[in-house]
């Protein structure tokens, strides 16, 4: 056995999986793919394992035409075992990955053996993300980050997970009316985040999101929070009284609970029967916008019967109650909150995407883009 053994060297320079967002050093251009691949032959790399690129966009090609500058300018310049890949995403026929080992018939194309020493450089993450709710308490955040400029409004973004201990991330609160920081800005300034940390492929970002963002949107229907809040509308509109009635007895009053115990009763109907279908696999569809709409329509209305069936017991502020409290104000209902929650829940035609935004996705689904 010699005292060292012979070692041959290859170099892949540009590769096929990385991006030039990984990393500054990544050549993408076929005169900077050539001048590595010489620069790696002088250095001691026996084969070179060439891939390229298509000059518009520095996507991995497997096009002639992109190898053919390169190809000549190794071949002038070095002697070393010229490699083309044959390698490639799992959608790609064989008849693609062959295409330019084909035309060129180099050497070698792809051997897949041995170890492979791949860079992965951070992720580097600038900018701000804001109204992220109770950010202050998270260890972990995810954001949808653009990773390629040049692509059109929804492609070209990936999804992260960033660990919020990382340098350069700053949580600043938003405080509220009600003097409580529910929400925030978080700013990021040169936040390198580890390549591990990105959630599928790069660029598919908003795909998965929209995964996500059903499922938010089921769940901020919310109808566990309407049912217990018509209960206590209910409660409340049968102690109060108006013209020596309950209020309860008030038409117009009992109308507005009826419309809205219908609504809720319909929609805990429809919710249960979306997340039975989800709950056999997959997510829900524009069924969650329907859900969102309808849920926080009812969230609000009854919100709005809570503040007019306790009248004046809504106008004191109490942050203790905002909080839920046991220590509430003196009044008969516990209404306290009563009137932070109206405010509060504003937001719920807001967030998870505005509810107008919600109405376009459901006409665009049912109607289709010609309406
Ligand atoms: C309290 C609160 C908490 C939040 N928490 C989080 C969080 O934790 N994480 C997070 O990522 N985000 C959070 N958000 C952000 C939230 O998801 C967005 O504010 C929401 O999706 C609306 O988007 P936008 O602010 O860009 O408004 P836009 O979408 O720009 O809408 C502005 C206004 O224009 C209307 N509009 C816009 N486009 C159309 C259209 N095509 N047709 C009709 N009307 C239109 C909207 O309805 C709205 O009235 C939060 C927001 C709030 C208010």
């Not at 497997?62 to 075992?81: C, D, F, G, M, W």
């Not at 995403?89 to 053996?113: D, G, Q, V, W, Y």
């Not at 700013?187 to 795909?207: A, H, S, Y």
Request: some cysteine.
């Amino acid at each position: 056995m010699p005292k060292h053994p012979k070692v041959i060297i290859t170099c892949a320079v540009t590769g096929a999986i990385h991006t030039p967002t990984m990393s500054d050093g990544l050549p993408i251009t076929h005169d900077d793919i050539a001048h590595q691949a010489i620069e790696a032959a002088e250095a001691g790399a026996a084969i070179l394992h060439l891939h390229t690129r298509d000059p518009e966009d520095f996507r991995p090609s497997v096009e002639p035409e992109h190898y053919s500058a390169i190809l000549a300018r190794v071949k002038q310049s070095t002697n070393a075992v010229v490699n083309i890949t044959t390698g490639g995403s799992p959608t790609m026929r064989i008849k693609e990955r062959l295409k330019a080992a084909e035309h060129f018939s180099p050497e070698m194309c792809s051997l897949n053996m041995g170890s492979m020493n791949f860079a992965f450089h951070p992720l580097v993450v600038n900018g701000q993300k804001t109204w992220t709710t109770l950010g202050q308490h998270a260890n972990m955040i995810f954001c949808l980050v653009r990773t390629d400029p040049e692509a059109k409004q929804q492609e070209g973004i990936s999804f992260l997970l960033i660990d919020m201990n990382t340098p350069g991330i700053e949580v600043r609160p938003i405080i509220l009316l009600d003097g409580s920081p529910e929400v925030n800005e978080v700013w990021f300034t040169d936040v390198k985040v580890p390549v591990e940390n990105l959630v599928g492929q790069e660029n598919k970002g908003w795909t998965y999101a929209k995964y996500l963002l059903s499922h938010e949107r089921t769940n901020i229907a919310g109808v566990g929070f309407s049912q217990a809040g018509l209960a206590a509308v209910k409660r409340i509109a049968r102690a109060e009284t108006q013209n020596g009635r309950p209020l309860i007895e008030n038409p117009h009053f009992a109308a507005r609970v009826a419309q809205v115990e219908i609504d809720l009763r319909a929609m805990a109907t429809t919710n249960l029967r979306i997340i039975s279908k989800a709950a056999a696999g997959g997510a829900p569809g524009v069924e969650a916008s329907m859900l969102k709409v309808k849920g926080t329509v009812i969230r609000q209305e009854i919100n709005d019967l809570a503040r007019r069936a306790v009248g004046p017991y809504a106008l004191p502020f109490s942050s203790e109650a905002v909080e839920g409290s046991n220590d509430l104000l003196p009044d008969p209902h516990g209404a306290g909150p009563v009137a932070a929650q109206y405010f509060n829940n504003r937001k719920l035609s807001i967030f998870g995407g505005s509810n107008e935004i919600q109405r376009g996705i459901i006409a665009k689904v049912k109607l289709g883009d010609g309406r």
